[in-house]
């Protein structure tokens, strides 16, 4: 499989209506969440991409890969690593309007594969990275793994309004 952060499409030669599949392998950089790396696993993805010429000179893409994030579960802070199934459309229409431009696609028919792929996998992810779906999380008074201990419980606090009755003298 070959290494290409970047990809000559007009290397392909095609005509309108013809396409190619092509394997591929792309560096894909960490991920930031509030200040959080996340790495990616593989760091070197192994990619699929779908290629098929239109009329007037633009491209109809597909991209397919799967990938780990790694990094702390935002909710009990042990180490999570999600695999997620990416599958990316883009369409570069030249003349097409702002819709049918894409941004990966330059001026010499080069794909850059390698932004896709990092926006793709970012536009994939969910609002929390967790370990698993159902984590419970940290108990918010002593911090211990609800997920390891899911009756875990505390007396409740006495209500603060009422804090002024505990140091009434009733003789």
């Known amino acids: 499989m070959a290494r290409a952060d970047v990809f000559d499409l007009a290397s392909l030669s095609l005509v309108a209506g013809e396409g190619r599949k092509l394997d591929l392998e792309v560096s894909l950089d960490e991920i930031s969440f509030s200040g959080q790396a996340y790495e990616i696993e593989p760091d070197v993805v192994p990619v699929r991409i ?45 003349g097409g309007g702002e819709d049918l431009d894409s941004p990966y696609v330059n001026e010499a028919q080069e794909l850059d594969v390698r932004s896709w792929a990092h926006d793709a996998f970012a536009l994939a992810l969910p609002a929390q990275i967790l370990c698993r779906e159902d984590c419970a999380g940290l108990c918010p008074v002593c911090g211990a793994d609800l997920n390891e201990d899911p009756g875990h419980e505390h007396e409740p606090e006495p209500d603060p309004r009422w804090a002024a009755l505990r140091d009434l003298k009733l003789d």
């Open 50 to 94: 779908d290629i098929a010429k239109m009329m007037g000179e633009g491209w109809s893409l597909r991209l397919r890969f799967a990938a780990s994030l790694t990094g702390p579960c935002m909710r009990c802070l042990i180490d999570a690593r999600p695999l997620f199934e990416i599958d990316a459309r883009e369409i570069d229409q030249p």
